[in-house]
């Protein structure tokens, strides 16, 4: 069992490490949320005023934690990225051959997607003095760990993508195809309780709906649509399935 732990945190050592090493990632991951916060955010704001939530006043502050999710959710998917990198140039091959667990392979770079993906989106607390966000230390210790669990299951959806895929190009089209849809209806830029019953049902279908709901509610104390169990049991589950199957894919991967 050590053993195992001991080859997950090494994977996922040399993941993170790559990553925080690829400084154009981490600039984009205050870019990102730059320009969806003080560009779109201050020109929708008087527009989405009477669309916002109880206990809600500033449109800003209220898509702030769906920008957190934004950068978790482009990260994570990412990690695929590192999956066909590695097959590509021979990594993975060498790693596959070793005497190391494909099991330990598969949750080291789970682990270690999910680890740079929760220090992308953690870079988004940087804009907290700037809007004036009341945030107390209590509810940013809350929202690290639900960050994780977002990370967990969104990396482990990235994974499965790449697993089988041999190209960036063919990674590239699945990952707006996937990406773009699950954001738009997450309900991070507008409240889901108020839009046509037939879009609730495709939202509530989207595991990043939850994501946004979880941390939503935790940093802006308001209520959430659903609750927080539901929003644990869906991350958590979407993350145990999804990695058993990337695990699956890894024990029958040809060395």
């Known amino acids: 069992m050590m053993r195992i732990i001991s080859e997950i ?47 809600v006043t500033d449109y800003q502050h209220f898509i702030f934690p769906g920008m957190i ?18 097959r590509e140039f021979g990594f ?25 993906a929760v220090i992308q989106g953690a870079l988004v607390f940087l804009f907290i003095p700037v809007l004036g966000i009341p945030v107390d230390v209590i509810r940013l210790l809350l929202v690290v760990p639900c960050l994780f669990l977002v990370a967990s299951a969104i990396t482990s959806l990235g994974m499965l993508i790449a697993v089988r895929m041999r190209s960036f190009e063919g990674f590239g089209i699945m990952n707006n195809f996937v990406v773009m849809p699950m954001f738009f209806l997450s309900g991070a830029m507008y409240s889901v309780t108020k839009v046509p019953d037939w879009l609730k049902i495709i939202i509530q279908v989207n595991p990043v709906n939850y994501a946004v709901d979880l941390i939503r509610s935790i940093f802006l104390g308001i ?32 060395g």
């Open 92 to 116: 993975l091959k060498e790693i596959l051959v070793a005497p190391v667990s494909r099991t330990s392979i598969a949750l080291g770079k789970m682990f270690g997607g999910a680890a740079l």
């Open 9 to 55: 945190i090494t994977i996922a050592r040399r993941e993170v490490i790559r990553g925080v090493r690829e400084k154009s990632r981490l600039l984009g991951s205050l870019g990102r949320p730059f320009v969806w916060l003080f560009l779109l955010g201050t020109g929708l704001r008087q527009v989405a005023v009477s669309t916002l939530p109880a206990g």
């Open 223 to 254: 209520p959430s649509n659903y609750n927080y169990l539901l929003d644990i049991v869906v991350l958590a589950g979407m993350a145990i399935v999804l990695q058993s199957i990337v695990v699956y894919l890894f024990h029958h991967e040809k």
């Open 69 to 86: 999710v934004m950068n978790i959710l482009f990260a994570s998917i990412m990690a695929g990225t590192s999956l066909i990198w590695d």
